[in-house]
């Protein structure tokens, strides 16, 4: 036997049995290394669980508590002023609300692309790991957005609740591809990215109920984005653990990610009718200042700043490289921004009809 086949041999050689369980682990995965360093911050995932996602019961705030109660013997008064309010709503802000309202309403799609992660799924339904308990609770408070806004929008009576039911049931069943890839790198990037994105647009919309004169939906955006926003610290709190032990990996998928477009979660939505549906919501949004190209550029400007990607050190040159491309970004998409949102101001925003306000304009 030659010393290269004794070598061979070792090599294939029969290991002990626990080497072979964590090989036949390690071999599940399409990114054993990600899976390896996502599991190493359990502990850390557990304690963001418990600190970052509100209680459950009693402690949390729920959908009724800023709806009319129709238990109470009052109800049709609560439910006049209610109404009242909603009147002042003008249709372009109804629009963007319900376009937020569908995209928040498709919430199975979202915990099943969270499943979808390597090392974060919940194999049994009900696992009490760490990451299992995090989708579930992110998904169980996620859940009362999409509620609360279905409910503010039947009890107003100002859209064909109809067609954007329709909208709804069309865009679960076409689903959506975040380009997660299964790799919870990219999930968490992506999280992070659109975590911040609905905060700001559900704060904006509560900026404009407000300046309408409808103090409820105000508040309610409001509350709404006040969870986007502890998802989003959440989410980029679990990047900050990923840079810490694979800051190469994380930059890779980053660089990799951006070199396309993050794509809306609402994307592929549909009342059946209208083939540009998605798009003329999305120009109503930035027509109105809700979620622009700006906001896009500046999330990712705020990403780069909240990772350090400028004084992280200990790249590989590979990594330099992608890390420089990275930084480059923002200030080129603010420029191509600012030049097409200058000019659609100038040529003016077209009005589209849609059929979720019964063919009215926005
Ligand atoms: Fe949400
Ligand atoms: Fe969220």
Same mark, same amino acid.
């Given at each position: 036997?030659?010393?290269? @086949? ?19 682990? +390690? ?19 557990? @304690? ?32 006049? %002023? ?21 995209? %928040? ?38 859940? +009362? ?17 109809? &067609?954007?039911? @329709? ?18 790198? +990219? ?7 659109? %975590? ?45 653990? *990923?840079? @810490?032990?694979? #800051? ?14 993050? *794509? ?22 930035? &027509? ?30 590979? /990594?330099? %490289? ?7 970004? #923002? ?19 077209? /009005? ?11």
């Amino acid at each position: 036997m030659t010393p290269k @086949e004794l070598e061979s041999m070792k090599a294939t050689a029969p290991k002990s049995k626990e080497e072979v369980t964590k090989e036949i682990a +390690r071999s599940r995965y399409l990114y054993p290394k990600h899976v390896e360093v996502i599991r190493d911050f359990e502990p850390f995932v557990d @304690e963001t669980t418990d600190k970052m996602l509100l209680e459950t019961g009693e402690n949390a705030w729920q959908p009724q508590d800023y709806l009319p109660d129709m238990t109470r013997e009052d109800w049709a008064e609560q439910l006049k %002023e209610f109404r009242g309010q909603a009147e002042c709503v003008q249709d372009d802000t109804l629009v963007v609300l319900i376009g937020d309202m569908v995209t %928040e309403e498709a919430l199975p799609t979202y915990q099943t692309l969270l499943n979808t992660f390597e090392g974060c799924d919940d194999p049994n339904g009900d696992t009490q790991n760490s990451w299992a308990r995090w989708s579930r609770g992110w998904t169980s408070e996620e859940n +009362r957005h999409g509620d609360l806004l279905n409910k503010y929008l039947y009890l107003g009576g100002r859209c064909d609740m109809r &067609k954007v039911e @329709e909208t709804i049931q069309h865009l679960i069943t076409s689903g959506f591809n975040p380009g997660a890839e299964q790799d919870p790198y +990219r999930g968490f990037v992506y999280t992070s990215f659109q %975590e911040r994105a609905t905060k700001i647009s559900h704060g904006n919309v509560a900026r404009l109920a407000k300046q309408n004169g409808d103090a409820n939906l105000a508040k309610i955006c409001a509350m709404i984005a006040g969870d986007e926003g502890r998802h989003e610290k959440a989410y980029q709190s679990f990047c900050d653990k *990923v840079i @810490e032990r694979d #800051p190469d990996g994380f930059i890779d998928v980053f660089a990799d990610m951006m070199k396309g477009q993050i *794509v809306m979660p609402a994307e592929l939505m549909t009342d059946g009718n209208d083939p540009k549906l998605y798009d003329n919501f999305a120009t109503v949004a930035q &027509k109105l200042g809700v979620y622009t190209a700006i906001d896009y550029a500046e999330i990712l400007e705020f990403l780069l700043q909240r990772w350090d990607l400028e004084n992280m050190t200990g790249l590989s040159a590979e /990594s330099d %490289e992608k890390r420089d491309f990275l930084c480059r970004l #923002p200030a080129r998409y603010k420029k191509l921004a600012t030049r097409s949102m200058n000019k659609a101001e100038k040529e003016g925003y077209e /009005s589209f009809p849609f059929s979720w306000i019964k063919g009215r304009t926005a």
